[in-house]
């Protein structure tokens, strides 16, 4: 393994792209793998138990891998736009797998702010980016802190939620998904015309998707009404976007 001498006002590029950075990149990727194998057979083992066939749970991950592109573009195009900043393995962990792509580009933009620069700017250096990497990394690491934290109480508000009227389980996770998604939708509304287009189109695709597959009897339809939604949300936003002469952020 080389190293590379610590320099002050070394380029970034020098460190950016260090082995051991990758190490831990793949480290990481391959204890998300691990954990991935884990919940998925526990998820067939306890399926029988609560009345899942394999052709439920096949279902399931189908919908779950559906539900994922859309998230899975943003952040590569996300990513794309951040690999001259920080590197490629800094950006496979920090905004490819773990936290939220706008949170972690806030925060290292900053711990760069800080010490007086510019995220790919001016004095922009190998020490600002060793800062903004740590910032990043103390970002993420604390989701998975509240998460650790937050999970056993959150569970045990359930199990209460669930002697008092265990319909409210039914409820409350669907309304907090519908909520989460309004919020999302709303928020892009208010942008410019282009938005609106692309909500509107998106939602209508869904629905006729859903109407679909309830008068046709197609089930594959309603697991991937996400994917086509997202697909033709997509396409128009660029050709509106084209239209406008403007690209949408």
């Given at each position: 393994?080389?190293?590379?001498?610590?320099?002050?006002?070394?380029?970034?590029?020098?460190?950016?792209?260090?082995?051991?950075?990758?190490?831990?990149?793949?480290?990481?990727?391959?204890?998300?793998?691990?954990?991935?194998?884990?919940?998925?057979?526990?998820?067939?083992?306890?399926?029988p138990e609560?009345?899942?066939?394999?052709?439920?749970?096949?279902?399931?991950?189908?919908?779950?891998?559906?539900?994922?592109?859309?998230?899975?573009?943003?952040?590569?195009?996300?990513?794309?736009?951040?690999?001259?900043?920080?590197?490629?393995?800094?950006?496979?962990?920090?905004?490819?797998?773990?936290?939220?792509?706008?949170?972690?580009?806030?925060?290292?933009?900053?711990?760069?702010?800080?010490?007086?620069a510019?995220?790919?700017?001016?004095?922009?250096?190998?020490?600002?980016?060793?800062?903004?990497?740590?910032?990043?990394?103390?970002s993420?690491?604390?989701?998975?802190v509240?998460?650790?934290?937050?999970?056993?109480?959150?569970?045990?508000g359930?199990?209460?939620?669930?002697?008092?009227?265990?319909?409210?389980?039914?409820?409350?996770?669907?309304?907090?998904?519908?909520?989460?998604?309004?919020?999302?939708?709303?928020?892009?509304?208010?942008?410019?015309?282009?938005?609106?287009?692309?909500?509107?189109?998106?939602?209508?695709?869904?629905?006729?998707?859903?109407?679909?597959?309830?008068?046709?009897?197609?089930?594959?339809?309603?697991?991937?009404?996400?994917?086509?939604?997202?697909?033709?949300?997509?396409?128009?936003?660029?050709?509106?976007?084209?239209?406008?002469?403007a690209?949408?952020?």
């Open positions: 393994m080389t190293s590379v001498p610590a320099t002050a006002g070394a380029p970034v590029t020098a460190y950016a792209n260090l082995p051991v950075l990758w190490i831990i990149a793949l480290a990481v990727f391959a204890v998300i793998i691990l954990q991935t194998v884990i919940y998925m057979r526990a998820a067939r083992s306890a399926g609560i009345g899942f066939t394999r052709q439920d749970l096949r279902m399931s991950f189908r919908s779950g891998a559906v539900a994922a592109i859309g998230p899975s573009l943003a952040i590569v195009i996300v990513a794309v736009a951040l690999l001259a900043l920080f590197g490629t393995p800094a950006v496979l962990v920090r905004i490819g797998l773990v936290g939220s792509a706008a949170t972690e580009a806030s925060s290292a933009s900053l711990a760069a702010g800080t010490m007086g510019d995220l790919g700017g001016t004095g922009y250096t190998a020490e600002v980016f060793a800062v903004a990497f740590f910032a990043m990394a103390l993420g690491g604390m989701w998975m509240a998460t650790l934290v937050l999970t056993p109480l959150l569970k045990r359930d199990a209460r939620l669930r002697s008092v009227n265990p319909a409210l389980m039914a409820i409350v996770p669907s309304a907090a998904l519908l909520g989460a998604f309004a919020s999302l939708g709303i928020a892009e509304l208010g942008k410019t015309w282009v938005h609106i287009i692309t909500v509107v189109v998106s939602a209508v695709a869904m629905a006729v998707c859903l109407t679909l597959a309830k008068a046709l009897r197609q089930a594959w339809l309603r697991e991937w009404g996400l994917g086509f939604s997202i697909i033709i949300g997509l396409v128009v936003a660029y050709l509106a976007s084209g239209a406008a002469g690209p949408v952020s």
